[in-house]
């Protein structure tokens, strides 16, 4: 069914999720969007579904899992917006077929991981996490053995892209050897140098930290053979998705004393809020600093990433704009004054275009201005009209066959 939308500000609703920084709310408010439900949590089942029935735009972190049953409930849903890094809690393909651009924020919290990850990597090779963890319980456990600096030391990134490359650049400061694996040839910043394959990564370097994206390939990507491929008395760090680690294999790792210690920020199942207990079977190991998902957890980065979602939502939303969108046909566009703006998202197929001119035309409908983008699966047109036209051009864009949705902007 095609979907239509064709709205006042005051009467978008805006659902923000997970608690995600004020600076959001601040910056929807300032545009004029005032309808706005704020939650500290994220939602699940059918109490998700019954709050996104009534939302125009979504905004979540890495908790709120918003797969194809939940976009079909999210009947009037224009656009998602991820406050964070990940998209792997979105199905993008289930959007894209509904014709709902998803939005992240690439680069605002890389920084943040890139500092606790290089102060997990001092603590555990000083040994701290487990002295911390014994002084706590009235042990006094004063000795160098095993604890070590990280001047000289070889950290392996797995992953080079904004993190992993920022993280290098702050390991050589501290004058730590940096080697990288990752799929795509990288330009090696400072000294680092990519190396060929995971195994020669594994079997060099003293700290091992992950910053690749979930996917099908890094999925179960550290496992017993690749755990037994490090150095003995190695670190292995992961805040980058719970399911690059298999946590048994690593359990077994640290049982058998193969690793030094571990940091682990996040995990395959994580609590769906403060309120819920946290398992794991590494809680056990004082070697092993656990943290609650909180690499990108800092007033500096939260801030800016509110800034930059809602910005990108409510560029969407008054313009049509989808630059930066992981899943969509990318368009930067002009503001559209003394104009109405329509929005058509089809399936791409061949004639689409040709037939929403043949639409407009025979209804006597001229156009300013047209706009047009297409990936593998969805076109993305843009069409500027005289204000007198709005209702009329909506009303012909709903006829075109293959419409996925269709929008009128006012200005
Ligand atoms: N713990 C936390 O709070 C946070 C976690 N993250 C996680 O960190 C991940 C990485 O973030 P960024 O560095 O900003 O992403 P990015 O997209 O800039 O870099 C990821 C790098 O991994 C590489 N890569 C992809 N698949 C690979 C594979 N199979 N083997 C080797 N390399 C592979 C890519 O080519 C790319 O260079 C995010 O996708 C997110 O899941 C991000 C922010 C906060
Ligand atoms: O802070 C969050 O909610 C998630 C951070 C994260 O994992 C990401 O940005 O991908």
Redesign the pocket.
Known sequence: MTKTTSLDKNKIRILLLEGVHQSAVEHFKSAGYTNIEYLTTSLSGEALHEKLRDAHFVGIRSRTQLDDAAFEAAEKLNAVGCF???T?QVDLTAALKRGIPVFNA?YS??RS?AELVLAEAICLARRVAEKNARAHRGEWDKSAAKSHEVRGKTLGL???????SQLSVLAEALGMNVIY????T?LDLGNAHQVES?DELLSKSDIVSL?????P??QW?IGRDELAKMKKDAILIN???GTVVDIEALEEALESGHLLGAAV??FPVEPKSNKEAFESPLRRFDNVILTP?????TMEAQENIGLEVAEKLVTYSDNGTTLSSVNFPEVALPAHPDRHRLLHIHTNVPGVLSEINRVLSEANINISAQYLQTNADVGYVVIDVDKAYGPKALEALRQVPNTLRVRVLYS
């Open positions: 964070c890094i990940g792997n690439p919290n890389t991981v797995v992953g080079y892209g904004s993190i992993g694996y990752d799929i795509i990288k995971l910053h690749v994206p979930e996917t390939q890094t990507m805040a980058s998705r920020d996040v998902h909180i690499g990108g957890s």
